[in-house]
């Protein structure tokens, strides 16, 4: 009796370790793949200068304070934040933002507090402005490329049509345009090249 039992519970084994390997398995060994080629690719991202824009994965450059930069993208103003940043064209983060704004409001408060006979409401008032100075160059940078951006779009649009008609492909001339043009056309047509 205890033979049949034996040869019971191995069979049962085969076939439920058979039938675990036929369902699971595809499932896992691609999701090593796929582990596998997403370090590959994060190791040649990490290699690559930093600087050098020749890549498409987008590397998001480190704040003075990471935790900062973590709290502040859970919000809905970290991303009005950080696309004024990237449409400004400034290379900072959100949290060098909040930084600064804190130690201007901090510095202009207490220097107003010392110089203006202690009264708490011109202190405060310094303090404000002083801490929406920050996302007033980053609103002021932004305007002034938007402006650049609108006076050489044409340009670049013409050069576009130009390289189409000699009969380049779209993407040549997506990166002719890329090439061709300076800050700020430039480096956004050679992000979607």
Do not use: N, Y
């Not at 084994?13 to 997403?38: E, K, N, S």
């Not at 991202?45 to 304070?65: E, I, T």
């Not at 990237?86 to 290379?91: A, E, F, K, L």
């Amino acid at each position: 009796m205890l033979l049949p039992l034996l040869v019971f519970f191995f069979v049962t084994a085969c076939v439920l370790g058979g039938f675990f390997a036929m369902t699971h398995m595809p499932g896992m060994l691609a999701a090593r793949q796929l582990d596998r080629r997403l370090r590959e690719v994060s190791d040649d991202v990490a290699s690559a200068d930093p600087d050098s824009d020749d890549s498409v994965v987008k590397r998001a450059s480190g704040g003075p304070l990471p935790g900062v930069d973590r709290l502040i993208a859970r919000t809905g103003a970290g991303l009005s934040l950080g696309r004024l940043i990237d449409q400004s064209g400034v290379r900072t983060t959100p949290s060098a933002i909040v930084v600064s704004s804190f130690i201007a409001a901090v510095a202009v408060g207490a220097a107003v507090w010392l110089f203006a006979g202690q009264q708490p409401v011109l202190a405060m008032a310094g303090a404000l402005f002083a801490a929406f100075v920050p996302i007033g160059f980053l609103l002021r940078k932004k305007s002034v490329r938007m402006k650049r951006f609108e006076e050489q779009f044409p340009e670049a649009l013409d050069l576009l049509s130009r390289a189409i008609r000699a009969g380049h492909a779209l993407q040549t001339a997506l990166g002719m345009v890329a090439d061709e043009l300076k800050e700020p056309v430039g480096p956004e047509f050679k992000k979607t090249f």
